[in-house]
């Protein structure tokens, strides 16, 4: 069989899996390494549903071909948990319903963990900036950006001054 | 299709030019990848250029100018302070390009590549005087970067040939470059008129400039005339009228969805005058 074989880190996992050279990314994290949080929502880069960071830069999955990630590092939303505890910004979407259908929330997450590490005290003019790439079609935004700020607030309360 | 990552610019050329099939660059493959997924393009060979050391980097070159390898995501150039400091107006126009995820992957040699008419970075390289290094299977060339894209999606790039990197020149003192486009949205729109002037001042007047639009021709033009209006003045308001008229003039737009002929004429003025400004601003300008 023509192929590739792609060995990689995920979520701090060393990787290993095969598929043809023409295959995103996105449908290798889906359906090879079976990250369902990575989610397609329109294939061409404009919906941010497929967010992840690839050597700690944010980038739309399916706009990468999976070669592409031999010897990189990959994080998707599923490495947001650390030790089975939830991420603040995944607790704030909870405790603020800044979701409905959920089809967006992985890759609003990492989109908006791609912010915070860049830069803690975002103005929410800022936060709607950077979240421009990632389209909700039921919350209208609002309450993901209430919640984007009120993580924001307890991780810089929570970081040792 | 065959994936191939070479390590250096003469590999790529080669791989390019021994395919007999559809071959491609991939730099950031914010475009490439969309046209795979819609079939608009089936490759049968894809040369991914990122691990190429000499197209991954910012330099700045012997004689002060700068050198921005074929590779460079946008958020990298975003992040390079000199670059931001010698060349504004270049640094906000690659910033404008899509979402921050579009960001970590999207070059400016692949905004000039793919030839779109609206391209932002273009306009704001043209205004800059920016030539292309381009590597093939005979040798080295350099041209502008007006001369790469000869219509929509066409470049004058030959088979095996590819962009290794963008040279800016030295910035002398007193200068300062500025990039505006229209758009309807803020973000992740695409331009329905862009302009770029880039000009450098000596007592305070305007001793040299560059004007350059975009989204309002084939592809994106240089307005010598608009250039010649300004220059000898400190863009007092019959300059900046005179550099209105010519950028009107320069103008062959299309109708589209997104903007009329009229529109666009109009507001190519409008935003080339107001760019000139910043420009002049930036490079310590009083008027």
Redesign the interface.
């Known amino acids: 069989m023509s192929g590739?074989l792609v060995t990689t880190t995920i979520n701090g996992d060393a990787v290993q899996f095969a598929c043809?050279?023409?295959e995103?990314l996105l449908d290798a994290l889906r359906d090879r390494v079976g990250l369902l949080g990575v989610k397609e929502g329109c294939?061409?880069?404009?919906c941010?549903a497929c967010?992840i960071t690839?050597d700690g830069?944010?980038?739309?999955s399916?706009?990468?071909?999976a070669?592409?990630a031999?010897g990189r590092e990959v994080t998707t939303v599923e490495g947001l948990v650390e030790g089975g505890k939830l991420h603040p910004l995944q607790e704030n979407f909870i405790s603020h319903a800044a979701l409905q259908c959920g089809i967006c929330t992985p890759g609003f997450l990492v989109?908006a963990k791609?912010?915070l590490d860049r830069n803690p005290d975002p103005t929410e003019t800022e936060i709607r900036?950077?979240l421009?790439?990632?389209l909700c079609r039921c919350t209208g935004y609002d309450k993901i950006v209430r919640a984007v700020q009120s993580a924001a607030k307890e991780m810089r309360a929570a970081k040792p001054a | 299709m065959r994936y191939e990552s070479p390590t250096t610019t003469s590999e790529a050329a080669t791989l390019l030019a021994g395919e007999s099939g559809e071959a491609f660059v991939l730099a950031g493959g914010t475009d490439l990848l969309v046209r795979m997924k819609n079939m608009m393009v089936e490759p049968e060979l894809v040369v991914d250029v990122k691990r190429i050391p000499t197209m991954r980097s910012i330099e700045i070159t012997d004689d002060g100018g700068f050198r921005i390898g074929a590779a460079v995501p946008g958020v990298e150039v975003g992040e390079h302070e000199a670059l931001g400091r010698a060349w504004p107006g270049i640094v906000e126009a690659a910033g404008l390009i899509g979402s921050d995820q579009i960001q970590g992957r999207c070059t400016i040699v692949g905004n000039v590549c793919n030839a779109s008419p609206a391209a932002d970075t273009t306009p704001a390289l043209i205004a800059a005087d920016a030539q292309v290094e381009i590597i093939g299977p005979k040798g080295q060339r350099t041209i502008p970067v007006a001369k790469v894209a000869t219509g929509p999606g066409q470049t004058s790039l030959t088979k095996g040939e590819l962009v290794e990197a963008i040279l800016l020149p030295p910035r002398p003192a007193n200068s300062g470059d500025a990039y505006l486009r229209f758009t309807p949205r803020t973000e992740m729109d695409i331009a329905v008129v862009g302009a770029a002037v880039s000009l450098t001042l000596k007592d305070g007047v305007v001793s040299k400039a560059r004007v350059a639009l975009g989204a309002v021709a084939p592809t994106a033009i240089e307005v010598e005339p608009a250039a010649a209006a300004i220059v000898g003045s400190k863009l007092d308001d019959g300059a900046l009228d005179a550099l209105v008229k010519a950028c009107r003039a320069a103008c062959k737009p299309i109708d589209d969805r997104r903007g009329t002929i009229e529109y666009r004429t109009e507001v190519a003025g409008v935003l080339a005058k107001r760019a000139a400004l910043i420009a002049f601003e930036r490079a310590g300008g009083i008027q």
Not at chain 1, 43 to 46: A, C
Not at chain 1, 57 to 60: A, G, I, K, T
């Open positions: 590739v043809p050279e023409e995103t294939g061409t880069g404009d941010g967010s690839l830069r944010l980038v739309c399916c706009l990468v071909l070669a592409e031999e989109a791609s912010l900036y950077a421009a790439g990632n």
